[in-house]
């Protein structure tokens, strides 16, 4: 297949795809992305679990995990942002009007909100996760609990990137619509001039407060929010509008033509960058990294570590960008059922797995929860770590389907209602 049919804007399918995961009308699918949530959710999982256990102190292994679990976190900024604003730079590549604010909302409501609802409230009934049935109860139910120190930790804690999540949806009709308005020259390329220098701003201001939060300038807590991980949501968005130049063009750029036809050497960059991040951030294993989490950071070590993430985060997701049909072992990978599957139901193993690996490793925790745990970390006489992985990916994996095929899928079914 050649690079120009790779990466046509409407990818023919002899099946329409389900309700439940078609992208906006008259926009393409892209069906990769699915297994890049599902391996990004199954590394955070592996994060959590060695954390639980004391495996991250290993060297190597325990070193590259204690790096890569939360680069999986920032990859689903990457990810959101690519698809969520590639149907606006469509649109405005062709001067059309892009989606309808109405619409797009009731689609990010309908995607998010029942299972977090949900698993919020099931997870505070059992094991009794901290906060929820408190006063601060509205800062979890409506994604508020980063913007306060008491309840940041509370709840559902990996849904502090939820909060993020949910003011980038809301403000990305805004952000179109000024972009829309940005005029830089004039010619056939002023559109893609006007949004890449918007979209470099965008991620100026992320690798700011970054700075700034390493040096202990600006809090953490400020540092997490929008502002400081615009440079991730930026990036994604940056790939949409090459995704969108690319499919607009007769002939594509020795770029473009070099990612469909040699999709692997992207996904070893992508390790090469690891290795890089890993031998930045943990020269000390954990310890290292515990160190720097509490120290003023160099501004050179900040800004190659943001460098090295961005780099990875883009190597590991142009495969399903360009030429997701085109062949190539990451491909393949991605392609396979198992993966496939992971991905349709990587929310709700993002929402789930965190208490659940807790409850299960640990005799108790009542920083997080308040029913007694199994504490199998304890008592699994050999091989602790992959045997807590298996049975937390098992455990979790059998209620990310009760939570997709029960509450989600009626749900997205209605959001073109």
């Known amino acids: 297949m050649s690079a120009s049919t790779a990466v046509t804007d409407v990818k023919a399918s002899s099946e329409a795809p389900s309700p439940a995961v078609a992208p906006p009308p008259g926009n393409p699918r892209f ?9 990004a959710a199954i590394a955070i999982i592996t994060f959590h679990v060695f954390s639980l256990t004391g495996a991250m102190d290993r060297a190597v292994v325990g070193d590259t995990v204690a790096v890569l679990g939360p680069r999986s976190l920032i990859l689903f900024f990457v990810i959101s942002g690519f698809l969520l604003y590639r149907p606006y730079v469509a649109a405005r590549a062709v001067g059309r009007p892009g989606p309808r604010t109405s619409r797009y909302l009731r689609r990010r409501a309908l995607r998010i909100i029942p299972a977090y609802w949900a698993a919020l409230t099931v997870l505070a009934i059992y094991p009794g996760i901290v906060g929820v049935f408190s006063e601060d109860w509205w800062r979890y139910y409506f994604f508020l609990q980063l913007y306060s120190e008491e309840t940041l930790g509370g709840g559902i804690p990996v849904t502090w990137s939820l909060c993020v999540e949910v003011t980038f949806y809301l403000l ?49 807590v400020l540092a997490s929010s929008l502002l400081g991980q615009s440079t991730w949501l930026a990036l994604g ?16 750029s020795w770029a473009v033509r070099f990612v469909v036809q040699r999709p692997g050497l992207c996904w070893i960059g992508a390790l090469a960058s690891l290795a890089a991040l890993t031998a930045l951030l943990q020269p000390g294993g954990l310890l290292g990294i515990l160190e720097a989490l509490n120290t003023r950071q160099p501004v050179p070590e900040t800004l190659v570590a943001i460098l090295l993430t961005g780099a990875m985060s883009a190597l590991f997701v142009l ?27 990587s929310y709700g193993l993002f929402l789930w797995h965190l208490p659940i690996a807790q409850l299960l490793a640990l005799p108790a925790d009542p920083f997080h929860f308040s029913a007694s745990g199994f504490d199998l970390a304890a008592k699994i006489p050999f091989a602790v770590t992959p045997t807590l992985l298996v049975l937390t990916i098992a455990v979790t994996s059998v ?5 997709y095929y029960l509450l989600e899928l009626p749900f997205l079914r209605r959001k073109e209602g």
């Open 31 to 39: 069906a990769l992305f699915d297994s890049l949530r599902g391996l």
């Open 172 to 220: 990305l009709p805004l952000w179109a619509m000024a972009v829309a308005r940005l005029r830089l020259g004039s010619g056939p390329n002023a559109w893609l001039r006007a949004e890449l220098v918007a979209l470099a701003l965008a991620a100026a201001v992320g690798v700011v407060f970054q700075v700034l939060a390493s040096r202990e300038l600006v809090s953490d």
């Open 237 to 252: 968005m940056a790939l949409a509008v090459a995704s969108v130049a690319a499919a607009r063009r007769e002939r594509h």
């Open 319 to 345: 495969p399903a960008v360009f030429g997701d049909d085109a062949g190539g072992v990451p491909r393949r990978i991605l392609a396979a059922a198992p993966i496939a599957w992971l991905g349709l139901v």
């Open 399 to 403: 209620m990310a389907a009760l939570s």
